[in-house]
């Protein structure tokens, strides 16, 4: 049949790719021109397959055949899928044989290796033979790589075909993806076309060429770049010449013109080869991950024969990311030079001279690039950090002089910074991770900042749910846009690339555009910060404004933003290794230098920073009417301080716990300032630590909170609008001119450090609450005593953790950050949240009124504040992540081991009578001090003998009952160990010396 050539192919969106028709005797391929490209029958598919090994039911050798080829890093998406032997019992050699009852035409076999686990359980050394020859039909080496590798053969016919393998590259257990048999030589679109099905190169219209979209990007390029681009006449003449005709010269003379047009002016690309890094999630693939070999290279676009030239190999570590000077001289990069190190930064000269390293120490550094000062900033982990929900060493960016002196921290981010480069004005543009009272997955955000670390500013994504993270980002040249990655909070960190244009919008779907929709997106108010699909893309590099390099999971392409013209610009290595980082290699523009905004001795300076609010109301209107704040709260969002395993996580994904499924963080009040009657206000907050505010009405209610942080350099001045106005608003006035003095805030008067709960909240409930809500009072389930329990202590359980839902309690309003409840990021609205919406903070502020109105309680200022900011904190009870327990569930939690048992026992034979299949009545939490005063020991025991008798009938008739007894003596050992070990929640408690803090 005649084959025409193709425009493109849709990739499937499953994990493997059909790349036969399961019955169909041909496979075609819908192209943008409606043509057809077509493969022969595959004869494998009707073929009796076996092998000498089979791992297992789930890897027989007729999933050899089955047409399903699953992608490289699949992990357990080739079960039942391909075939593989067992190693360990026959070796990593086998036969592999095909066998039809009556003969056949076959003239090409195509072997897929096995990729999904690793590269390296691909075969190596193979001999094919026909029926019962003595002598091969063909014999050779394949190699480690994802895709088809053709093995030619004689025409010929026969009934059987046998596949030795005679050994691997030293995988686990080697195996095929897919093997085919065709009856005649593929064609090179047919190969091709074949190579694309496979998942190698997944993207439509590589290599494809359209000539109107070609001549258009010609003549822009020509406008656009004029006499640097001296080669478009005679490329608009070819163009012309070759357009109307279909044949294969034809068709690849318009390839390789098309690839010359969209790589023209780069004829070098810097490049990094490596694996790619499997890591759990888009903030990992600093210590997550490695698998060494590669190196940096020079790759010489225009010389398809040459090698690239190698100018750091590292054969025993890895590299994780470089950048070019702006002369095109020096390589800055990240390189864990061998495993069990960090990465550090290094530099090397373009020509492979000059190996430095810059850096070191038991941490990482890395995501280095060039300053215009000539400085370096960078992303370390040299401070004692960790993610909040997993176990991540926590990176942030600073600063260094070229020599690798004067480190300076720029960001006081408690969470990962990531993939910093600077604006065409000398800014910096980094991903930042926040979840200041909001659910982890989502927001991985854009910020700006200068390169002194003053003028923090939010760039775009702060409240977009999908995609979760914005990275990578790079400007694209000559416009206001930005090019980035744009991705999911789990897995690697590939995605789509999008376009952003902050102009229409900082939050805005308007503003996003998905240029490669192979990678499809949801809506940015929908979703939960994950992103599905096959996720090809990564590392994008604007050349102008029209054109860019991509990595796409091991080649690199080149390609115009509106995806009518893309080509292959440089070819996936062939040892199953991928290339990252492509960079022309050119000088390019120096971006101003921006004069610092610090005074001269900074370095010197108090930690201590200046901030000006224009008008607080400016966001808040009409929600909250003018006159309504007081004062604005300063508030420190603490970092976690203890590696932990996250297999000990609880509520949600903290470990050590926090709070109920509230609050990831400890809190620090650090203070309050009062607002003058314009909305405005001048005070002086501490620097290099994350803050948020929140506005406060007369009596200590938080109208308003950011769900965001900021931070400032020492002797920073920095202003604000307003509370949530618009960051496209008219700019801040000027301060100049004021002559006023700031303020300094007011700490509160329960002191500083972490918002704890049994401190700083208990001692009120103790003094106006427990004299009528404790466990005795049989009428009322609202015990408000502070004995400890599982987790936490009774009130804080009675009022935040018992029977919780989307907006807490019906005590407590507070804002649940458990994955799944990414829906409350997009809730703003003042007063949406907390003690504006909490029954208790009525209750304490109307004096609980009985029946007749007349108040029960009285609390004096300080002490209802203690309670209103509790509730707007987001209901912390832990003041810190320290723990003196770091090996127990969640770092906190004491449960006696024989409780639960020892109740089913005794309930079985003693309750059954009143509850059903005889279970203990059990609230969701237990009381451990005091464990008498259970209500499951309660309720049995006897009035006459302390016991409430809510059971009616005793069930015990005094303490002494051995049923009793026993449950009571399975507290024992917990508080024994809380006698030895206080929790941290009680006097006397210590953080573990045992706990992890390594940096690396």
């Known amino acids: 049949m005649t084959i025409r050539r193709s425009a493109g192919i849709r990739p499937s969106p499953r994990r493997w790719l059909f790349a036969v028709c399961l019955a169909a005797s041909v496979l075609a391929v819908r192209t943008r021109a409606a043509d057809e490209v077509s493969l022969p029958d595959n004869l494998a598919r009707s073929a009796r397959a076996a092998a000498t090994s089979e791992h297992n039911a789930h890897y027989l050798a007729k999933f050899a055949t089955d047409g399903k080829i699953p992608l490289p890093g699949s992990t357990s998406e080739d079960r039942d899928a391909a075939w593989c032997v067992l190693k360990a019992k026959t070796g990593d050699a086998a036969d592999f044989t095909l066998e039809w009852d009556q003969p056949v035409a076959v003239a090409e076999i195509v072997y897929f290796g096995r990729t999904s686990w690793f590269m390296q359980e691909c075969f190596k050394g193979y001999e094919v033979y026909l029926d019962g020859a003595v002598q091969s039909a063909a014999k050779g080496t394949l190699k480690m790589i994802h895709g088809p590798q053709r093995i030619a053969i004689p025409p010929a016919r026969a009934n059987k075909i046998t596949i030795k393998f005679l050994n691997s590259y030293g995988g686990y257990n080697p195996g095929a993806a897919e093997i085919m048999v065709f009856g005649q030589q593929l064609s090179r679109q047919q190969a091709a076309l074949l190579h694309r099905l496979s998942g190698a190169v997944e993207i439509a219209g590589v290599d494809q060429v359209t000539p109107g979209a070609l001549r258009e990007l010609i003549e822009w390029m020509q406008k656009t770049h004029g006499p640097a681009y001296p080669q478009a006449d005679g490329q608009l003449t070819q163009l012309a010449a070759l357009g109307p005709r279909d044949d294969d010269e034809a068709q690849q003379q318009l390839a390789r013109l098309q690839r010359d047009v969209l790589l023209s002016g780069v004829d070098q690309l810097l490049v990094i080869k490596r694996h790619e890094i499997t890591a759990s999630h888009v903030y990992t693939y600093h210590y997550e991950g490695q698998q060494n070999g590669g190196g940096l290279y020079v790759a010489r676009l225009h010389e398809p024969d040459a090698p690239p030239i190698e100018l750091v190999a590292s054969p025993e570590g890895q590299i994780l990311d470089c950048d070019l000077s702006y002369d095109g001289t020096q390589v800055l990069f990240s390189w864990r030079r061998k495993t069990g190190d960090g990465y550090h930064l ?46 991540a060493p926590v990176g942030v960016l600073h600063r260094m002089a070229a020599d690798g002196s004067n480190v300076v921290r720029l960001s006081a981010n408690y969470l990962n910074d990531f993939t910093p480069v600077v604006l065409e004005d000398g800014r910096l543009i980094y991903t930042r991770w926040e979840y200041v009272d909001k659910p982890a997955i989502p927001i991985q955000s854009l910020w700006t900042i200068n390169p002194d670390g003053t003028g923090l500013a939010g760039y775009f994504g702060n409240r977009v749910l999908s995609p979760g993270t914005f990275m990578e980002a790079r400007q694209i040249p000559g416009t206001t846009k930005i090019l980035c990655t744009l991705t999911g909070h789990n897995g690697p960190t590939r995605g789509a690339i999008g376009v952003v244009d902050r102009s229409r919008g900082v939050n805005a779907q308007a503003a996003i555009e998905n240029i490669t929709p192979d990678t499809p997106l949801l809506p940015v108010d929908k979703g939960n910060g994950n992103t599905n699909g096959s996720k090809l893309y990564g590392g994008p590099m604007p050349l102008d404004a029209r054109r860019f390099l991509v990595s796409a999971r091991g080649p690199v392409l080149v390609r115009d933003l509106a995806g009518t013209c893309v080509s292959l610009a440089l070819a996936r290595p062939d040892d199953g290794q991928q290339y990252f980082c492509a960079t022309p290699v050119r000088p390019r523009m120096r971006p101003p230098v921006i004069p610092t905004r610090l005074p001269a001795d900074s370095a010197a300076q108090e930690p201590i920073a200046t901030l000006y609010l224009q008008d607080v109301y400016a966001g808040l209107s009409p929600t909250v009417p003018r006159g309504e704040v007081k004062a604005i709260r300063v508030v420190r969002e603490m970092q976690k301080t203890v590696r932990i395993d996250p297999s000990l996580r609880a509520f949600g994904f903290q470990f050590p716990v926090i709070s109920c ?156 950050t458990y994955n799944g409840q990414e829906w409350n990021i997009l809730q703003v609205a003042p007063k949406t949240w907390g003690s504006p919406q909490s029954k208790l903070a009525d209750v304490i502020l109307s004096g609980h009124p009985d029946a007749a109105g007349k108040p029960q309680v009285k609390l004096n200022d300080a002490e209802r504040r203690r309670i209103l900011a509790w509730i707007d904190l987001n209901v912390p009870y832990y003041g810190s992540s320290e723990t003196a327990h770091p090996n127990a569930p969640g770092c906190r939690q004491m449960v006696p081991k024989d409780l639960d048992a020892i109740l089913a026992d005794v309930s079985k034979r003693r309750c059954a009578e009143c509850h059903r299949d005889g279970a203990f009545p059990r609230r969701e939490w237990t009381r451990i001090t005091n464990p008498q005063l259970n209500s499951f020991l309660l309720a049995p ?22 049923d009793y007894r026993a449950i009571l003596a399975t507290f024992t050992p917990v508080l024994e160990r809380l006698a030895k070990t206080p929790r941290m929640d009680m006097p006397g408690a210590q953080p573990s010396c045992k706990v992890n803090r390594s940096c690396q």
């Open 941 to 962: 025991l006897a009035q006459s003998a302390g016991g409430t008798q809510r059971c009616g009938k005793p069930v015990f008739a005094d303490a002494q009952d051995p």
């Open 346 to 391: 290094w530099t090397v000269n373009i020509d492979g001279r000059g190996l430095k390293q810059l850096t070191d120490g038991p941490w990482h550094d890395y995501n280095g690039c060039w300053l215009p000062d000539g400085g370096i900033a960078f992303l370390s982990t040299r401070a004692p950090q960790f993610a909040y929900c997993w176990h």
């Open 661 to 816: 499924g509230a609050t990831y963080a400890g809190k620090d009040v650090i203070g309050e300032v009062d607002v003058n009657p314009d909305g405005s206000a001048y005070f002086q907050v501490p620097s290099g630590v994350p803050l948020y505010f929140m506005a406060l009405d007369r009596d200590g209610r938080a109208v308003q909170r950011m769900r965001s942080f900021t931070h400032f350099m020492p002797g920073e001045v920095q202003g604000c609008i307003g509370c949530h106005e618009s960051r496209l608003d008219s700019p801040l006035r000027q301060l100049a001119g004021l002559g006023l003095e700031p303020k300094e805030l007011q700490p509160p008067e329960w002191g500083g450090g972490g918002f704890d709960y049994a401190r700083i909240v208990q001692p009120v409930l103790d003094q106006h609450c427990v004299p009528c809500h404790h466990p005795h009072d049989p009428t009322n389930t609202i015990d408000l005593t502070g004995d400890k329990t599982d987790w936490f202590n009774v009130s804080y359980d009675v009022l935040a953790r018992e029977r919780q839902g989307g907006r807490g309690t019906s005590y407590v309003n507070w804002i649940p």
